[in-house]
Structure formats: structure tokens, C-alpha cells
């Protein structure tokens, strides 16, 4: 499956649930890694329908204190 096609099933899959979120998980890469494979998070991003929220591997919510 090429990048365009993994992008569009998840731009199909948000539209047939009519979702209201999608959550990418997302990994640090060089800058060059971010021109070759980083198309399907970037098409994801602009293409939604929604908003989406991209995570880093580990990450925790944080808790707003005020």
C-alpha cells in the first residue's frame, strides 16, 4: 500500500464514522526522513474534515492547574 492510498483510508474511515477527532501518532525523524515518508501524516493534516491532533510516542496529557 503506497502512502496515498494509507492517507485515503483514513480520510474514508473518518468520513464513513463521521468522526469528530482523528489522533495521528507521529515519531521524530530526520529532515530528510520528514520530505520521504512524512506524506501521509501531512495529507491526514490537511485533508480532514476534522481536526487532528498528532502525538508523540510517549506522550502525556498534561493536566491544566489553575
Given amino acids: 500500500m503506497v502512502a496515498q492510498d494509507v492517507a485515503e ?7 464513513e ?10 515519531r521524530h525523524r530526520s529532515p530528510v526522513g520528514k520530505l520521504l515518508m512524512g ?8 485533508d480532514a474534515e476534522c481536526p487532528v491532533l498528532a502525538v508523540k510516542p510517549g506522550s502525556r496529557p498534561r493536566v491544566a492547574r489553575h
Avoid at 464514522?17 to 507521529?26: M, W
Fill in 39 to 46: 506524506s501521509v501524516a501531512q495529507r491526514v493534516l490537511l
Fill in 17 to 26: 464514522v463521521d468522526a469528530t477527532l482523528v489522533v495521528l501518532g507521529i
Fill in 9 to 15: 483510508a483514513v480520510l474514508s474511515a473518518a468520513r
